[in-house]
């Protein structure tokens, strides 16, 4: 094929500017704007404590506190709930800490009791790590009453509340919580990019006397103490994020506009109506995690039939709508679990009647009887 080369010379007058965009030719974000936020954000958790917010996705903040308060003299108590626990306990041992994992079946939650009995079978345990809820299993943790028992004990308490903040009450300073990590893509509908950890004097104590936390690392939480909280927050350590920042402001604005009890109730009615819709559209689904009080707001977990391999159809439903709110279980899960990301934009009655009609139609097409229109009334019954 003849290619041919066009060489264009634009004509451009001395007052032309470039076509202007949403996204670009932005004015700097000031320290003073971004300390603002930070402070909207710490309004949303009902917290006194420092919040720092951290560029980028929430695993940063996730890994920056471990590293920065763990170290050879830990002995944590990793609580495993789903995916995101494993990982932690990784990056403790990373750090040198002696690790007590207490793991229980992903389609349950963890008991304070249970916490109690780890810490009297290994009362040198000085840190517990906990995931509030988990978007890839679909349960929730009782943090309250686990905070308490942290409390008791006087261990420091690490919390990933990334998938609970929006969809559930997230309470650092009610419940003892020393480092609270949350992002915006979940539940609050808001950006992936950037994320934010409450941080308790206490824990930054810890950090003050870790030696091999990092510093002058963009994984230092250190350094943001150091050279943002303690200077007055006047000076960033580093151009902000600032699109990321700009979509953090307008989702936390929208939550408030709202209302957060308006937003929790939102994702609360979505998992119980996609609970029961799953139950009443038969086939042999079923919600994966048994209890209703262990479900989490945020994401609701189905298990399929045997002879059923849930990423097939997930696969098939996504084929006939890419926009459904879907997803296969990750990893061994893949082929027993189906997700409902009912969150953000999604925890609405149509997001949750289309997911489970496009269920409903893969699972008669094996033959599997089904009832799509008790499923459509038991769903609406939720939003009446
Ligand atoms: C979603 C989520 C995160 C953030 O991880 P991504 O997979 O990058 O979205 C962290 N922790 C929990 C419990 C989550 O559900």
């Given at each position: 094929m003849p290619v041919t080369l066009v060489l264009i010379h634009p004509s451009v007058s001395e007052e032309s500017t470039a076509v202007t965009h949403?996204?670009?030719?932005?004015p700097p974000l000031s320290a003073a704007h971004f300390a603002a936020i930070e402070d909207r954000v710490a309004r949303l958790l009902d917290t006194r404590q420092d919040v720092v917010i951290m560029q980028g996705e929430a695993l940063l903040p996730l890994e920056g506190a471990i590293r920065a308060t763990a170290g050879p003299e830990t002995v944590a108590l990793n609580v495993i709930t789903g995916p995101y626990g494993q990982t932690f306990g990784n990056w403790l041992r990373d750090c040198g800490a002696t690790v007590i994992d207490l793991a229980v079946p992903f389609h349950t939650a963890v008991t304070a009791e249970q916490i109690r009995e780890a810490f009297a079978a290994h009362?040198?345990?000085d840190f517990v790590s906990l995931v509030?809820?988990?978007?890839?299993?679909g349960n929730t943790n009782p943090v309250a009453e686990i905070g308490e028992a942290v409390r008791a004990h006087g261990a420091l308490f690490y919390l990933d509340a990334v998938a609970s903040v929006g969809a559930e009450p997230v309470l650092p300073d009610a419940w003892g919580v020393d480092l609270c990590v949350i992002g915006?893509?979940?539940?609050?509908?808001?950006?992936?990019g950037v994320s934010a950890v409450s941080v308790s004097a206490r824990a930054w104590a810890r950090m003050a006397a870790n030696p091999r936390a990092p510093r002058?690392?963009?994984?230092?939480?250190p350094d943001w103490k150091e050279r943002w909280i303690d200077g007055g927050?006047?000076?960033?350590?580093?151009?902000?994020a600032q699109l990321e920042m700009l979509a953090l402001e307008a989702c936390v604005a929208r939550i408030e506009a709202d209302g957060l009890e308006a937003v929790m109730a939102r994702h609360r009615t979505a998992a119980l109506a996609t609970r029961a819709g799953a139950v009443a559209l038969g086939?042999?689904?079923?919600?994966?995690?048994?209890a209703e009080s262990d479900a989490a707001p945020v994401a609701t977990t189905l298990r399929v039939p045997s002879g059923v391999v849930a990423s097939e159809l997930v696969a098939e439903a996504l084929a006939g709508d890419?926009?459904?709110p879907l997803a296969a279980g990750g990893g061994a899960l893949a082929g027993e679990m189906i997700r409902v990301?009912?969150?953000?934009?999604?925890?609405?009655a149509d997001a949750v009647r289309s997911s489970l009609a496009a269920l409903g139609t893969g699972l008669a097409k094996k033959g599997l009887p089904v009832d799509p229109e008790g499923a459509r009334r038991t769903v609406e019954s939720f939003w009446r």
């Amino acid at each position: 094929m003849p290619v041919t080369l066009v060489l264009i010379h634009p004509s451009v007058s001395e007052e032309s500017t470039a076509v202007t965009h949403p996204f670009l030719d932005l004015p700097p974000l000031s320290a003073a704007h971004f300390a603002a936020i930070e402070d909207r954000v710490a309004r949303l958790l009902d917290t006194r404590q420092d919040v720092v917010i951290m560029q980028g996705e929430a695993l940063l903040p996730l890994e920056g506190a471990i590293r920065a308060t763990a170290g050879p003299e830990t002995v944590a108590l990793n609580v495993i709930t789903g995916p995101y626990g494993q990982t932690f306990g990784n990056w403790l041992r990373d750090c040198g800490a002696t690790v007590i994992d207490l793991a229980v079946p992903f389609h349950t939650a963890v008991t304070a009791e249970q916490i109690r009995e780890a810490f009297a079978a290994h009362p040198e345990i000085d840190f517990v790590s906990l995931v509030h809820a988990e978007a890839a299993t679909g349960n929730t943790n009782p943090v309250a009453e686990i905070g308490e028992a942290v409390r008791a004990h006087g261990a420091l308490f690490y919390l990933d509340a990334v998938a609970s903040v929006g969809a559930e009450p997230v309470l650092p300073d009610a419940w003892g919580v020393d480092l609270c990590v949350i992002g915006a893509q979940k539940a609050m509908g808001g950006p992936a990019g950037v994320s934010a950890v409450s941080v308790s004097a206490r824990a930054w104590a810890r950090m003050a006397a870790n030696p091999r936390a990092p510093r002058h690392s963009y994984l230092s939480l250190p350094d943001w103490k150091e050279r943002w909280i303690d200077g007055g927050r006047k000076a960033l350590l580093h151009a902000p994020a600032q699109l990321e920042m700009l979509a953090l402001e307008a989702c936390v604005a929208r939550i408030e506009a709202d209302g957060l009890e308006a937003v929790m109730a939102r994702h609360r009615t979505a998992a119980l109506a996609t609970r029961a819709g799953a139950v009443a559209l038969g086939g042999g689904l079923e919600p994966y995690v048994y209890a209703e009080s262990d479900a989490a707001p945020v994401a609701t977990t189905l298990r399929v039939p045997s002879g059923v391999v849930a990423s097939e159809l997930v696969a098939e439903a996504l084929a006939g709508d890419g926009t459904l709110p879907l997803a296969a279980g990750g990893g061994a899960l893949a082929g027993e679990m189906i997700r409902v990301n009912h969150y953000g934009a999604n925890a609405t009655a149509d997001a949750v009647r289309s997911s489970l009609a496009a269920l409903g139609t893969g699972l008669a097409k094996k033959g599997l009887p089904v009832d799509p229109e008790g499923a459509r009334r038991t769903v609406e019954s939720f939003w009446r």
